[in-house]
T-cell receptor, first 113, second 116 residues
């Protein structure tokens, strides 16, 4: 069974701190990895995607991928209360054959003012 | 860019009736769209993969005769919940993959279905 695992949380950080969200996946053949943010009652919103080992930065967000360890993470710098949401990690475990994404169950992040 | 819309955003219907939900990619074309269902405080569950011009591929346990999917054009996929029952009440979300970047899914805002 191909899986994407996340710590369900909740993860609580103070405003201005760095929030670190982690994700592991089961299939070494996976090529594409995504982070989505989902506010309560809303649909997921794409934050970042990453395909290559290393770091990828976009504003306050940094995605990190380590294919050898089958590990992907998302760092949120200068966390704001508006960042409070569930963060979904997703991977294309099909290797790009059908573009289906396997989602983790999400990590609930709370940023305290 | 990469905007996906859904209509309606919210629908209430009587048990036994059918409900159609539309998913449109507004500023891109998509050969592949996906339909998900999400119950409160649970994770996304993929129902089916919708491919333009061909039959949808359903996930295990999803009844294709109950959840009819039509992907009539490169910008429109529809999901029809036939003979809806209260247990079909859920949040239905579609996503679409732009032809130019097929590995990336962009989600619509979702449709909240309540079956009485």
């Amino acid at each position: 069974q191909k899986e994407v695992e996340q710590n369900s949380g909740p993860l609580s950080v103070p405003e201005g701190a760095i929030a670190s969200l982690n994700c592991t996946y089961s299939d070494r053949g996976s090529q594409s990895f995504f982070w989505y943010r989902q506010y309560s009652g809303k649909s997921p919103e794409l934050i970042m995607f990453i395909y290559s080992n290393g770091d990828k930065e976009d504003g306050r967000f940094t995605a990190q991928l380590n294919k050898a360890s089958q590990y992907v993470s998302l760092l949120i710098r200068d966390s704001q209360p508006s960042d409070s949401a569930t963060y979904l990690c997703a991977a294309d475990l099909s290797g790009g054959s059908n573009y289906k994404l396997t989602f983790g169950k999400g990590t609930l992040l709370t940023v305290n003012p | 860019g990469a905007v996906v819309s859904q209509h309606p955003s919210r629908v209430i219907c009587k048990s036994g009736t059918s409900v159609k939900i539309e998913c449109r990619s507004l500023d891109f074309q998509a050969t592949t769209m996906f339909w998900y269902r999400q119950f409160p405080k649970q994770s996304l569950m993929l129902m089916a993969t919708s491919n333009e011009g061909s039959k949808a591929t359903y996930e295990q346990g999803v009844e294709k005769d109950k959840f009819l999917i039509n992907h009539a054009s490169l910008t429109l996929s529809t999901l029809t919940v036939t003979s809806a029952h209260p247990e079909d009440s859920s949040f239905y979300i579609c996503s679409a993959n732009p032809i130019q970047s097929q590995e990336t899914q962009y989600f619509g805002p979702g449709t909240r279905l309540l079956v009485l």
